[in-house]
Structures are given as C-alpha cells and as structure tokens.
C-alpha cells in the first residue's frame, strides 16, 4: 500500500524560529510535492522535486526552501517562521515524469506559529 | 497558463439523491483532469482522472466525472449519494505540455450530505 508520512501532525513554533517539515514516501516515486493548504484558497504549490537534489520554486515559494538530499525524502524549512505561515502543509509525491501520475499526499502537518 | 475553477463553495444533497460537483478548466494545450477527497483531519485521496480516450471516467467509492470539452468542464458525480460522502472535493488540472508535472488545484467544494 502506497505511503506518504510526515514528521508531525501538529506543530507550533514561535515567530523567527527556524522549522523543518519533513516527508517521507515508500513508492520510489521521482516527484515531490510540498503545498499549504488555507480556508478558500485551496491549495497552493510552494515546492517541488522531480529527482534528487533538484527543486523548482512552485506559486509561493517566498519564506520557505526545500532539501531533497534523497530520493524518499523531501523536506521543507521555514528559514524564520512568521505569523503569515500558519497553515496546512501537506507533502505529495507521484510517479514517472512522462505520465501524469496521481499524486498521494500525507496526512498533513498543521503548523501554527505564534 | 492553467487554472481550474469550482463556482460553489459548498453543495447540499440529500441522502439517496444524485450529486454533482463542478469543475471547469483553462489550458493551452491537452488536459489531464483529476478529482481528489479530504475527509475531516485527513490528507487528500485521489478519485479519479482522466487523461484521455472515454470521456465518462469511473472512480473509487461509486464516484464518475465527464470530461466536457467543448464546456471545458469536469464534474463529478454520483448517483445516490451517502451520508459518509460528506467531505471536501478537489479539482486539479494539469496541462499537457506543462512540462513538470505541477498540477493547479481548484479552491475546493464542500459537500454535505443530509440524512
């Protein structure tokens, strides 16, 4: 059964702390996703991965980078959290880059920064 | 440029009658059109997609969508719908010729189902 993990459900931080997401798939997928998800807005892109060490900025990458060091792991940092950063961060992942594959996303991590 | 659009911010539907949830989309080349569900405190699971050939797809839990060209348009449906259908429906489009495979979602449709 495929699986997306993420480090925490739960998270608060305090405004200027330095906070690492982390994500985690069994699928050998090459992609890697990182969103947020806000009330009305949906979700939004910040990051992606389509093979080790690589990344593309999504549609709101500013405040936020990424680290994809292997290829199960893709982790996204906050480099200094803000209040503005309160939110749903879910992580996806999805297969070979030719195909539009499905992607399978996390449980989500909910990070409230105070 | 793409981008999807769902016009309703929720939709209530008694139990046993049909449901629909719209969806309608904006490409510059081929579409691959996908439905996704969050259920409360969940991440998103994958519905179903379309990516070409029947324009009638059959997804998991009973779940269908249509693919509309000329109306540019994906809605999903089901026939009768049940009380645990009750969550929220993502739409996501992604372009043919985009390159890598980022997907635009759609800002999401509440459904509720009412006993």
């Known amino acids: 059964d495929v699986k997306v993990t993420q480090s925490s459900r739960y998270l608060v931080k305090r405004t200027g702390e330095k906070v690492f997401l982390e994500c985690v798939q069994d699928?050998?997928?090459?992609?890697m996703f990182w969103y947020r998800q806000d009330p009305g807005l949906g979700l939004r892109l910040i990051y992606f991965?389509?093979?080790?060490?690589?990344?593309e900025k999504g549609d709101i990458p500013e405040g936020y980078s990424v680290s994809r060091e292997k290829k199960e792991r893709f982790s996204l940092i906050l480099e200094s959290a803000s209040t503005n950063q309160t939110s749903m961060y879910l992580c996806?992942?999805?297969?070979?880059?030719?195909?539009?594959?499905?992607?399978?996303f996390g449980p989500g991590t909910r990070l409230t920064v105070t | 440029a793409q981008s999807v659009a769902q016009p309703e911010d929720q939709v209530n539907v008694a139990e046993g009658n049909p449901l629909t949830v719209k969806c309608t989309y904006s490409?510059?080349?081929?579409?691959?059109l996908f439905w996704y569900v969050q259920y409360p405190n969940r991440g998103l699971q994958f519905l179903l997609k379309y990516i070409t050939g029947d324009n009638l797809v059959k997804g998991s839990y009973g779940f269908e969508a249509e693919f509309n060209k000329s109306q540019t348009s994906f809605h999903l449906k089901k026939p009768s719908a049940l009380v645990s259908d009750s969550a929220l429906y993502f739409c996501a489009v992604r372009d043919d010729p985009g390159g890598y495979q980022k997907v635009t979602f759609g800002t999401g449709t509440k459904l509720q189902v009412i006993p």
């Open positions: 699928m050998d997928h090459e992609n």
């Open positions: 991965s389509y093979d080790v060490k690589m990344k």
């Open positions: 996806a992942s999805s297969g070979h880059l030719s195909f539009s594959y499905e992607q399978y």
């Open positions: 490409v510059s080349g081929n579409p691959y």
